[in-house]
């Protein structure tokens, strides 16, 4: 068995593993999957890993799904580190990359996170899923439960993009759009799923996307020769993938895989929804909700996330910051990145470049530092964003 147990993020407390969980028992707080990491580095050594195949589930042994057969996958992870020489130079940096994650199944990366909560799902008996979603998550859960014979139940804002709502329904979902935001169907899932049979996939309020999501971390330092990067740069709502890389780190330092040295995190949000941004300038742990949260970056109109205290702990345990961008600064981004590196990125990933240049200004990014740019979806999904 891979995973020992499931512990809360907040409490502690002990949960057993191969059972249906969503929150803390206890304190209503997030999961997180621990391993026998003892176990897992007699087989997953970094000289194993250049026989396996180029996706996420190369990392087997630190995943939480105990049967092969229950793997659910479309082709996942391994994507691309783009050195970005000719941005970099634009920016004055000499080692600047762009992890490109818009060249995942369903065009995201939520199709890291879905692809380990729908394979659990099936390990575990469950027949059907439900998730909020801003609308990436949505189609990749969509997928998933397609390809392992699922029911998927969607809620989305009436506003999301429209690829996202036509790839949902072109792979067979129930979507229901609704007046509001990610959290008003959020608060819809949670009426209705008891009655209607639905286990609750939502950004950590289910154990196994954020140990899809994590990966990401584990490919960095693979694809950096096992030196993680000095800075991270993150378009952040929930916060899955931030804190999954966290988690990461810190399983491959006791696989005794990389020192203890760590990236300084950098969220992103947009300036019309910075739940983050304010309570870490605030010095808080806990973010108040963001009023009429507003963005054409839907992924980052989260304005509550349950697991804010990860995501600030891991900024401040690292020398991270967090930084709000304007709309018309992240579409702008989108453009020169395009011009640049010929990445069409998503609105959310390319945020990430104004955050750069705020912190360059602050003179606190260094020419030759290693500097990793998330973008975390394509543009494809959002022709309305843009406007030629
Ligand atoms: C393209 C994109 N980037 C970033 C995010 C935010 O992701 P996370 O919830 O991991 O912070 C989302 C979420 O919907 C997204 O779709
Ligand atoms: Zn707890």
Redesign the pocket.
């Known amino acids: 068995m891979n995973v020992t147990h499931l512990e809360?993020?907040?409490?502690?407390?002990r949960h057993e593993a191969r059972r249906l969980h969503n929150?803390?028992?206890?304190?209503?707080?997030p999961?997180l999957v621990r391993y026998d990491l003892k176990r897992a580095a007699a087989s997953l050594t970094k000289e194993s890993l250049s026989r396996r195949a180029p996706d996420l589930w190369r990392y087997r042994e630190v995943l939480p799904v105990e049967r092969d057969t229950n793997i659910v996958t479309l082709g996942e992870g391994f994507t691309p580190l783009v050195r970005a020489l000719r941005l970099g130079a634009q920016l004055g940096l000499r080692n600047l990359y762009i992890k490109d994650e818009g060249q995942n199944p369903t065009q995201s990366f939520k199709a890291r996170g879905m692809t380990a909560a729908v394979s659990m799902a099936k390990e575990l008996g469950v027949k059907k899923l439900a998730v909020p979603s801003a609308g990436n998550a949505a189609g990749a859960l969509a997928a998933y439960a397609a390809r392992a014979g699922l029911e998927a139940h969607i809620f989305m804002p009436r506003d999301t993009p429209r690829a996202n709502v036509i790839e949902c329904e072109q792979t067979g979902a129930y979507v229901t759009l609704m007046d509001g935001l990610i959290t008003d169907c959020g608060a819809e899932v949670g009426r209705r799923k008891e009655g209607e049979g639905w286990f609750d996939v939502s950004t950590l309020k289910e154990p196994y996307r954020i140990e899809g999501k994590k990966t990401m971390g584990y490919e960095l330092a693979e694809q950096f020769d096992w030196e993680l990067p000095d800075v991270i740069i993150y378009p952040t709502g929930g916060g899955t993938g931030l804190i999954g890389m966290w988690k990461a780190f810190d399983e491959m330092e006791t696989l005794g895989w990389i020192g203890s040295k760590r990236p300084r995190m950098v969220t992103v949000q947009a300036a019309g929804c910075q739940p983050i941004v304010r309570a870490f300038a605030e010095g808080k742990r806990f973010a108040d909700e963001f009023p009429n949260a507003q963005t054409t970056a839907s992924g980052l109109r989260v304005p509550r996330a349950i697991g804010d205290f990860m995501i600030i702990d891991a900024l401040r345990a690292s020398g991270g910051t967090a930084i709000a961008v304007t709309d018309a600064e992240l579409i702008a981004a989108t453009k020169e990145i395009g011009a640049a590196e010929g990445i069409f990125c998503a609105p959310e990933g390319a945020a990430c470049l104004p955050a750069l240049k705020v912190l360059l200004e602050a003179n606190s990014v260094q020419p030759d530092e290693q500097v990793v740019l998330f973008n975390t979806g394509s543009g494809v999904k959002y022709i309305e964003s843009f406007s030629s």
């Open positions: 809360c993020a907040a409490c502690g407390l929150l803390c028992a206890e304190c209503g707080k999961l």
